[in-house]
């Protein structure tokens, strides 16, 4: 499918952030308990712009729906009362084991990407 | 700043659009998504547009389904040896009225192009002043029409 195809002109950073995402929610998360718009704001705060809101929701349903975090309302001083989200126990054992493994993706990646200036040169004047 | 207690109209039709996009969802998962989207919407500044801020209630609810990760709804396909009413109650009990609506939404270029075809009869019988030649014209189109859409399993058996 053309739609599946990467640009030649652009990189879409929301193909690489996908996979990145559960890691992202359940760190925001293991500082403390939030509810979702707070989770989504420290997530561009950190740099992540290109996230896109309904995807941290959509994100932090599927998560705690798999038992990787546990959930609970709490009032508010007006208005409806707020879902916050903290970790659970398989939600820590998770966010280490992938912490573990972005260490040794990210510097497989590093390595490659510091490789690659002389190969995007190639051809151009 | 105070949470308003409860949503303004605008920010109800964002809510409901979102929510008929995910009536085919188990009821708690359903209610946890529009939790969600509900209270930001609360948070929202009365001025701001939700469609600008969120982007277009369906677009959003979509990336809601694949983050949460529930499939996009497909029009569901109906065998051919099953006749419709036996198909429809089958659906609708497996996968809610949502599935049923989705596969009669499915039909509407079959309905279009039947439209079509009618319409070019009903000229061609009216231009040979009611003669045989007219109605012959539209039992032949009906036949084909019909034949082609039982044979895709798309076509409603009997009519």
């Known amino acids: 499918m053309d739609s599946e195809k990467p640009s030649p002109s652009g990189f879409d950073a929301t193909q690489l952030l ?3 995402l559960d890691l992202a929610v359940l760190a925001v998360v293991a500082r403390h308990d939030t509810y979702g718009y707070e989770i989504a704001r420290r997530i561009w705060d950190s740099g992540l712009a290109d996230v896109r809101e309904a995807s941290v929701y959509g994100t932090l349903n599927r998560l705690f729906r798999a038992g990787l975090l546990t959930a609970r309302l709490e009032a508010s001083p007006a208005g ?5 989200y903290g970790l659970s126990d398989d939600g820590a054992g998770y966010l280490a084991a992938g912490q573990a493994q972005w260490g040794v993706t990210s510097a497989a ?11 995007a040169r190639r051809g151009t004047p | 700043m105070n949470r308003p207690e409860t949503l303004g109209p605008a920010g109800q039709a964002y809510l409901a659009e979102v929510d008929e996009q995910l009536i085919d969802l188990d ?5 946890d998504l529009l939790a969600q989207v509900e209270d930001r919407l609360v948070d929202m500044e009365s001025a701001q547009d939700a469609t600008v801020v969120l982007g277009a209630p369906a677009l959003f609810a979509a990336e809601l389904r694949q983050a949460a990760g529930f499939d996009l709804v497909t ?3 109906r065998p051919a040896d099953v006749s419709l ?7 609708a009990q497996r996968s809610g009225p949502r599935a049923v609506i989705d596969y009669v939404r499915s039909l509407r270029p079959a309905w279009w192009a039947l439209r079509g075809f009618s319409l070019v009869a009903l000229v061609l019988a009216v231009l040979s002043k009611g003669g045989g030649w007219g109605l012959h014209t539209i039992g032949s189109y009906s036949q084909v ?7 895709a399993g798309r076509w409603p058996a009997g009519v």
């Open chain 1, 80 to 84: 409806p009362h707020r879902k916050y």
């Open chain 1, 109 to 119: 990646i590093d390595a490659l990407l510091a490789a690659a200036p002389s190969i």
């Open chain 2, 27 to 31: 009821l708690a998962d359903r209610a």
């Open chain 2, 85 to 91: 009413l036996q198909w429809s109650m089958a659906q």
């Open chain 2, 145 to 151: 029409v019909e034949v082609r859409g039982q044979h």
């Open chain 2, 75 to 77: 029009p569901p396909v």
């Open chain 1, 18 to 20: 996908k996979g990145a």
